[in-house]
């Protein structure tokens, strides 16, 4: 992984659009991630899945039933884990209605019947779709229940030439996935561990990022584990700081006030806007 000081950020407070646009368009379909190259944020970011077949898909949950028809076009599949389906089987869904029953207010036509992508896909939109340098911020979502997730990932991203021609953060909330992909990439490649939890007590903390140091190059927490002590103990190491997910200009004026180094948001066109503001 690389160091701190080899870190070259597109811009100084990274915006990077939380499963695309997702406040705006139904989450890792090509139109999320449409709507956040159009508002111009840094990184598009991409939970990953492994199919039955071994294919990766865009996805956050490891089942399919939250954002897609899963349960209407495979009714005895429950609990219509991703590892159950074929890519084949995947395709078949509607991956945006959802979006318009639970958001009506930003419902569209267009959203009915998206498909879940494929990796190759999500890299093929942005390649096609983003003029600039759009990075993307790919997480290993439970690689402890797709064995081979990681060697996939790379094999995929080094056949795109994606590490040449894009800017790139792997991320995951496992160690050990992190671990496996800090000895497969090149040390430009930043590596951020994602925390849902932290250490309390300072000594705690200290030892933890210490740790996380030897592999990584930053930290992924929960925005409520962010405050003056934990940014100290993260910078004093040179670990950069992407809290998640932060989705009023409150919370993320109250975070740059901090001093952190980007943000994972849902609503990436309003910390473009306060960044722009803010100067
Ligand atoms: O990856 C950062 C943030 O997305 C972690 O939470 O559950 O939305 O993937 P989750
Ligand atoms: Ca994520």
Known sequence: AASAAELE??????VVA??????????HTLEAYKQAITMKADYVEFDLQMTKDGELVVLHDTTLDRTTNAEEIFPERAPWSVRDFTLEEIKMLDAGSWFNEVYPDYSKNKYEGLEIPTLQEALDFVDQFAKGNVGVYIETKAPDVYPGME???????EENQ??????????????ASLQKLDGMVSEDVPLVQLMGSAPEEESELNAAFDEIQEYADGLGPNQKLVDPTFMEAAHERHL??????????ENMKHLLSLGVDGMFTNYSDQLYDLLKKTG
Request: aromatic content about 8%; cysteine-free.
């Open 9 to 14: 950020p597109i811009t100084e407070v990274a």
């Open 18 to 27: 939380h499963r695309g646009a997702s406040g705006y368009a139904p989450e």
């Open 151 to 157: 060697e996939k990932l790379v094999s995929i991203l």
């Open 162 to 175: 994606t590490f040449e021609n894009r800017s790139v953060i792997l991320q995951s909330f496992s160690s």
């Open 240 to 249: 950069i700081v992407h809290p998640y997910t932060v989705n009023t200009k």
